[in-house]
Structures are given as structure tokens and as C-alpha cells.
């Protein structure tokens, strides 16, 4: 098993920026990928960035919607990921989780991965 816990969610004005945190713990050494996601209230839960978790991958991966304002990264010593937003505006407002993907599915589906985090809220006011 894998635990997830989310952190750095609040309350922002559009163009600020907000680092996402997620501490990860348990079997940490069985993820392959390491994933954020949203959901927007009404909206399915959609693809945010990736990162590969193994100690030879730690390829990145992005939705074009958020390409170049966001950025995913990693700290394996600490089992920690991090989404870094900048430049946020108001579509980018979600409850946002943190997952990671044990098995071979696509990084980009949220069937794919195993486990979740409880999720953390960002609000961006225009």
C-alpha cells in the first residue's frame, strides 16, 4: 500500500503562484509513476503532470493545458513530489490529488493508478 497526503492548496488571484505538495509513504518503491490530477465541481477528474518515480525515470509529463505554467518534480529522498503553478487563472481552480501508478496503464488516465490522495482545494479568483 501506498499512502498519499496532499498539502499547499488556498485561495489565490489569477497570474499568482502555488507549490503543491504530496509526502508519500508505505511501498513507495512499487510506484512506476507519480501523478497530479483535478476536478472541478461537475467536470471529471482530468490528467494535470507525471513523473516517473523510479531511481532511472524520472521523465515528466504534461497536459498541454497547463505546459509551461507548471512544473512536477520530485524528491526522492524525502518520498515527496511537488507541483509548482505559476501564472494560475481561474479554469486552473480544482480540488487537485496526488496518485501513484503501481502497474502498465497509460500515465495519462486516472484508472490507471492505484492509489490516491485525500485531494487538496486551489481557488483562483479573476
Known amino acids: 500500500q501506498v499512502q498519499l497526503v496532499e498539502s499547499g492548496g488556498g485561495s489565490v488571484q489569477a497570474g499568482a503562484s502555488l507549490r503543491l505538495s504530496c509526502a508519500a509513504s508505505?511501498?513507495?518503491?512499487?510506484?512506476?509513476?507519480m501523478g497530479w490530477f483535478r476536478q472541478a465541481p461537475g467536470k471529471e477528474r482530468e490528467f494535470v503532470a507525471a513523473?516517473?518515480?523510479?531511481?532511472?525515470?524520472?521523465?515528466?509529463y504534461y497536459a498541454d493545458s497547463v505546459k509551461g505554467r507548471f512544473t512536477i518534480s520530485r524528491d526522492k529522498g524525502k518520498n515527496t513530489v511537488y507541483l509548482q503553478m505559476n501564472s494560475l487563472k481561474p479554469e486552473d481552480a480544482a480540488d487537485y490529488y496526488c496518485a501513484s501508478e503501481v502497474g502498465s496503464g497509460a500515465i495519462t488516465d486516472p484508472r490507471a493508478y492505484d492509489y490516491w490522495g485525500q485531494g487538496t482545494q486551489v481557488t483562483v479568483s479573476s
Open positions: 508505505g511501498r513507495t518503491f512499487s510506484s512506476r509513476f
Open positions: 513523473i516517473g518515480w523510479t531511481w532511472t525515470d524520472g521523465r515528466t
